[in-house]
């Protein structure tokens, strides 16, 4: 066993050479400290009521824009990427269509289970530390602190861009009290390209990009609203049913892509071969069985089936 007097560098270099074995796609740590500029960048999208029927995006402000408060003693948050892109897509041009992060079982359980075997490792390395697990579910603003720590940059449709990459994976958290050597931030390379603005259908993207109107977004049209879709986005939705890809599918740097190794992130059988009809008259029994253990059991088969419904009027 390793002591939690191991030199920074070592302990770092170790972390970072085990979290790639056990199959994260990258790694990179940032000093916990208050984000002061996110904060009000946050407090701001949160006034203009980008946030939607969001309500939870308001509460615990303080925590989500300072770890300390959220694992007290905290001094560091190493974020990690875990790729879900694959080149399978849905059979039928014309069925509903599926984001691709829904294709395997619901990666919150995935990655958490990986998250927690990585950090079960920390302490039988480093000794006894003091830290928590986060797979988007907890006030965390995963995506500002994995731009900190320069896993990626904030493209201009507000995901996480890597370099080396692209933008088709989870980020995850270890917030713990263990010193590393921190990494920094990168620069931007979006540069003059605007195809994802151009090819959002909702114009849910700012105009010079970087903000987005989440009440304007495909993903929480179809997830997050409880109520009934606005008509005015009748025909605005692009066939999607559950999700959205499109400004990740339009973005050059996602040319650097490639097919994850996760076998719970294999499509469920018949998944990808349903036609645009079976799925118009999809039963809940049918849902319950095709959607097992995944991420789009969250909207339950009424909500998928409302979905359905308004892309059939």
């Known amino acids: 066993m390793f002591s939690l007097n191991m030199d ?20 990179a740590i940032a000093k916990a400290e208050h984000m002061d500029e996110e904060a009000i960048r946050l407090e701001n999208w949160l006034n ?4 939607g029927e969001m309500s939870y995006l ?20 190493i974020s990690l990427m875990y790729n879900y892109f694959t080149e ?17 079982k619901d990666y919150h359980k995935v990655v958490k289970k990986k998250l927690i075997h990585l950090y079960k490792w920390m302490s039988e390395q480093f000794g006894s530390i003091d830290g928590r ?29 890597n370099p080396k990459r692209g933008s088709y994976f989870f980020l995850c958290e270890i917030i713990c009290d263990l010193e590393f050597e921190y990494d920094h931030p990168i620069k931007d390379h979006c540069g003059t390209c605007t195809r994802c603005i151009e090819a959002c259908p909702t114009d849910a993207i700012s105009e010079k990009g970087y903000i987005m109107d989440g009440s304007k977004c495909i993903s929480y049209l179809t997830i997050e609203l409880k109520n009934s879709i606005p008509e005015e986005f009748k025909d605005q939705m692009e066939n999607w049913m559950f999700g959205c890809d499109i400004c990740q599918q339009v973005c050059p740097w996602n040319k650097f892509s490639v097919p994850h190794q996760e076998d719970k992130f294999q499509p469920k059988e018949g998944l990808l071969t349903m036609k645009k009809q079976e799925w118009e008259e999809i039963t809940e029994e049918v849902f319950s069985t095709l959607f097992e253990g995944s991420a789009v059991k969250r909207t339950k088969y009424k909500g998928l089936k409302r979905n359905i419904d308004f892309l059939k009027k």
């Open 48 to 51: 203009q009521n980008n946030h």
């Open 133 to 161: 697990c986060f797979v988007d579910s907890a006030p965390v603003l995963e995506r500002d602190w994995a731009r900190r720590s320069g896993l990626g940059w904030v493209g201009k449709h507000t995901l996480l861009v």
């Open 8 to 27: 920074k560098k070592d302990r770092t270099q170790l972390l970072k050479q085990q979290a790639l074995d056990m199959g994260f796609m990258g790694i």
């Open 88 to 104: 399978e897509q849905q059979e039928d041009p014309e069925a509903p269509q599926l984001a691709m992060y829904t294709y395997g």
């Open 58 to 77: 308001e509460n615990y402000f303080d925590k989500r824009v300072d770890p300390t408060k959220l694992v007290p003693g905290s001094k560091s948050v």
